[in-house]
């Protein structure tokens, strides 16, 4: 209990202070219709880390962020100019321009970047489960000053997202307020992209917003409606990805998408006069998803053709373990296929023919046999996979093998999650009982001491493990 609280809360205050503010903001996108300003914005400022990132600063530094901020500024220019009375053109059409514009851009310039793929990968999720308490003071810094400056000026604000003609009748000079409220949405989306990432920010923006437009009409109930069912969802997120060791932005995501069908079906349940009819078309919907669901599972590509030696040691391979998977079957049999065909196994997995399954690399080091040392050795080696990397080193230290430490350390120079680091950090840590100041979220300069340390340790009690002790 007491890790999952001292991995949990940082991301957790993170999320409620990510919906406070998004989902003020959400209801004046809702409001003015432009749904998808926040994801062009997102990915504007997106592009700026990258752009960052490219010429060789840091995307979480102070520089990267000004990068970001500038960028993101520019994008609110933009949105504020293409409002017109003579709208031939509709702002939407221009917003998704910028959005697929600005996202081919970062993919350009991530191409010329070392690493650039793990960098996209992490513009779009995030890592908001290893967010930092001084990036999160810093945050709710910003957001207090961008929350006082809404406070001041709402009333000029809520005038022009909900009533856009009433504004214009009064006077008002609603270009340069529309500016002045997108520059303040720069400010959070620049901020929140660094935490959470494109798609996670996107989420905490519209969808408390939409639920809380669903259940009622005035700006104060659909704000509290918004903030509750957003602290709820984004916890439930962060336990399913604690529990199931999911990628933390996607798991939230996917909970906010899960939770907006559940409150849409509630509501028409609750609206319609026929009640019984209403629930019937729920259910007889809800059936036929889950058939369809089964029934694409069920569904398998045909044999066409007589299998070769070669795709029959594959099967072989695959069967083997499959094998592995269920303690009612014989493992060391299983062990011996494989270990009698370990040039099949390298090549599928150079080839993706094998797809390796985190239980079946973990019990290879949970059932103790000194025969499943070679098919460690040879997923270490033929596997891109981090993760796989990762749980088939862990199996290497398990049957008391040292080249299992060398392998972990190596994973902490290779790009890679932070999750997966932190990960790394705990084990090497529980084996050596040093820590050498690691930290998956620090610079890469920071990083590379921590790990040049960790290197000079195994250095100095390898010899140790050479003669059957562990340091």
């Known amino acids: 209990m007491e890790q999952i609280v001292q991995i949990m809360l940082p991301p957790f205050v993170a999320c409620l202070i990510l919906t406070g503010i998004h989902t003020y903001l959400g209801l004046h996108v809702v409001s003015r219709g432009v749904i998808f300003v926040d994801l062009a914005l997102a990915q504007i400022a997106a592009l700026g880390s990258t752009f960052a990132f490219l010429v060789g600063f840091d995307p979480a530094s102070q520089t990267g962020y000004f990068y970001s901020l500038g960028f993101t500024f520019f994008g609110a220019a933009i949105f504020s100019i293409s409002r017109l009375k003579d709208q031939r053109v509709p702002q939407e059409a221009l917003i998704g321009i910028v959005f697929a514009v600005s996202s081919s851009a970062a993919i350009l310039i991530a191409d010329r970047a070392p690493q650039g793929a793990e960098h996209v990968a992490e513009m779009l999720s995030g890592a908001i489960l290893w967010v930092s308490w001084s990036t999160i003071w810093k945050t709710l810094l910003i957001y207090s000053a961008i929350g006082v400056f809404h406070v001041v000026f709402r009333d ?68 509290i ?16 990805s604690y529990q199931f060791d999911f990628p933390s932005g996607p798991s939230i995501v996917c909970s906010f998408g899960a939770f907006l069908i559940l409150a849409a079906i509630v509501q028409y349940l609750v609206r319609t006069e026929r009640k019984g009819r209403a629930l019937a ?4 919907g809800t059936l036929i998803v889950v058939l369809f669901l089964v029934l694409a599972t069920q569904v398998r590509p045909p044999v066409s053709h007589l299998e070769t030696p070669e795709e029959t040691s594959l099967a072989r391979v695959l069967q083997a373990l499959e094998d592995l998977k269920r303690e009612d079957r014989p493992s060391q049999n299983a ?3 494989l270990n009698e065909n370990q040039e099949v196994l390298k090549q599928g997995l150079k080839d993706g023919q094998i797809e390796l399954d985190q239980r079946v690399v973990q019990r290879l080091g949970e059932l103790g046999f000194s025969e499943a040392i070679p098919i460690l050795t040879i997923v270490c080696d033929n596997t891109e996979d981090p993760w796989m990397r990762y749980y088939a080193s862990s199996s290497l230290l398990h049957l008391g093998h040292k080249e299992g430490i060398h392998r972990l350390i190596q994973l902490l120079k290779e790009p890679g999650p932070a999750f997966l680091k932190a990960q790394v950090r705990d084990l090497l840590r529980q084996i050596s009982g040093e820590n050498f100041g690691y930290d998956p979220m620090s610079r890469q300069e920071e990083s590379e001491r921590s790990i040049d340390r960790w290197e000079v340790w195994w250095h100095e009690h390898a010899a140790r493990w050479n003669k059957g002790v562990r340091p």
């Not at 504004?167 to 008002?172: P, T, V, W």
């Open 156 to 223: 000029k604000f809520l005038l022009i997202s909900i009533e856009p003609e009433e504004a214009e009748r009064r006077g008002l000079a609603v270009r340069w307020w529309d500016f002045l409220f997108y520059m303040s949405f720069g400010f959070v989306i620049t901020s929140s992209v660094a935490i959470a990432g494109v798609l996670l920010v996107f989420s905490f923006l519209i969808i408390p917003s939409v639920i809380g437009v669903l259940y009622s009409k005035k700006i104060g109930t659909r704000l």
């Open 225 to 240: 409606i918004g903030w509750v069912s957003g602290t709820v969802v984004s916890s439930m997120g962060l336990l399913l």
């Open 281 to 284: 078309r729920v259910g007889v």
């Open 335 to 337: 062990l011996a296929l």
